[in-house]
């Protein structure tokens, strides 16, 4: 029997021993999605196609000055917790911006997109006691982990499954106090949740609601509010959880919503209490981001433009993805050798960086190169990375589109 320590050289089995391996980025201010990629010691310029820094906000020019210029008045960090010191006045102004973003009274920063959910879930859906919580089996690790930590008894609905999220719903106490929790656009498979649907059930079952909208914030709806601001129903949605980290090119996340209960995830989440803020300069250049973004559509146009040529030129191509319904177009491979071949490859034969994703991330057997164009490719880089694609694909025999809908035409016979 090995001990705890020799179990992590030796005690885990082959099956368990998924190694992941990381690519060394220096991304070109002012010219990405142009990065230099250190390998064994020798750089080489890539072309990067899976930053969650959809609209390169990251390196925008409003974006960098404001970093730079907060760093300059208040230094690198921000010195303690908001409750202890750590609390600058570019805290309370983003605060501020993305609450009139989303229509609600008030919002609350945390320092990462996990430990918003994480910290904002642990207390919503363990107060009050009781709660039953109806959560999509797709939702992120974040939202399961703050859930987990909450206490909460746990109804686990079918992937955007309406019929069955009403099942869960008919079939609980009338009198519990209920909490729905899903997210817009799902990370990995890229699909958009039927959010109308799902607010007509909490309506008629009297649920509080949470909306992750991390990967359609700045990208979709009036402003980039978001999906449920797109369908003009953000009204509908009690809770709305946000990322800096994706199309604001920062860092961190929050939650915006009725006055009274952020007060309480501010007072009781120990994933908020108990860190230290965010840097003012980071704060400086989200809220630079928002401010953008909401009066430039140029950012979120380009994106679509390009996700949608991208779809049309792999539905061309015979390679499968999961859906079109958003920015992210997952290429599914289904094996993990062969994901992580086709991502080596499209680097050493192209310079273009797509990561394979394995589990624990997706489920075996669904493993998938989660292609993520951005605002600042161009068409012809688009044009390139599908031809690029398509050629290892059928150098490496990878199941096209056509192959997977015969499989699943003779099993349905």
Request: aromatic share 6%; proline share 4%; net charge negative.
């Amino acid at each position: 029997m090995p001990t705890h320590l020799e179990y992590f050289t030796h005690g885990i089995s082959e099956e368990e021993r998924r190694t992941r391996t990381f690519l060394e980025i220096g991304r070109r201010a002012g010219h990405f999605p142009r990065a230099v990629a250190r390998t064994d010691g020798s750089e080489s310029e890539v072309s990067v196609w899976c930053s969650n820094d959809y609209l390169s906000m990251g390196q925008h020019p409003v974006v960098v000055e404001a970093v730079r210029d907060t760093v300059a008045r208040f230094g690198a960090g921000s010195g303690g917790s908001r409750n202890i010191g750590g609390t600058n006045h570019r805290h309370v102004e983003l605060e501020r911006e993305l609450a009139d973003w989303h229509g609600m009274d008030a919002a609350l920063l945390f320092t990462s997109g996990y430990t918003a959910n994480d910290g904002a879930l642990s207390v919503i859906a363990g107060r009050p006691e009781g709660t039953v919580v109806f959560s999509d089996e797709r939702n992120h690790a974040s939202i399961i982990d703050g859930l987990r930590r909450s206490g909460a008894r746990k109804r686990i609905f079918r992937h955007n499954d309406v019929s069955h999220l009403a099942e869960l719903l008919a079939d609980t106490d009338p009198d519990a106090p209920k909490l729905i929790v899903l997210e817009s656009v799902y990370s990995m498979s890229g699909d958009v949740a039927p959010l109308a649907d799902i607010a007509d059930l909490a309506d008629q079952y009297g649920a509080t609601t949470f909306l992750d909208e991390v990967h359609a914030i700045g990208m979709y709806g009036p402003q980039g509010a978001g999906i449920a601001a797109r369908e003009g129903i953000a009204d509908r949605f009690d809770v709305v959880m946000g990322t800096l980290a994706k199309a604001l090119g920062t860092v961190g996340g929050y939650i915006a919503g009725p006055a009274d209960l952020i007060d309480t995830v501010r007072t009781f989440s120990r994933a908020f209490v108990f860190t230290t803020s965010l840097p003012p300069a980071i704060a400086a250049g989200a809220l630079a981001a928002v401010r953008h973004l909401r009066s430039s559509d140029a950012e979120r146009d380009r994106l679509a433009e390009n996700a949608r040529l991208l779809q049309r030129l792999l539905d061309e191509a015979d390679v499968p993805y999961l859906s079109a319904d958003s920015h992210i177009v997952s290429a599914l491979v289904g094996d993990d050798a062969l994901c992580k071949q086709a991502s080596n490859l499209l680097l050493d034969r192209h310079g273009i960086y797509v990561q394979a994703i394995n589990a624990p991330s997706v489920r075996l057997g669904e493993e998938l190169l989660r292609i993520a164009p951005s605002a600042t490719h161009t068409p012809a880089d688009v044009q390139k990375f599908a031809e690029a694609l398509a050629g290892i694909w059928r150098d490496l025999e990878i199941r096209t589109a056509s192959d997977r809908r015969d499989a699943a035409a003779k099993g349905a016979a």
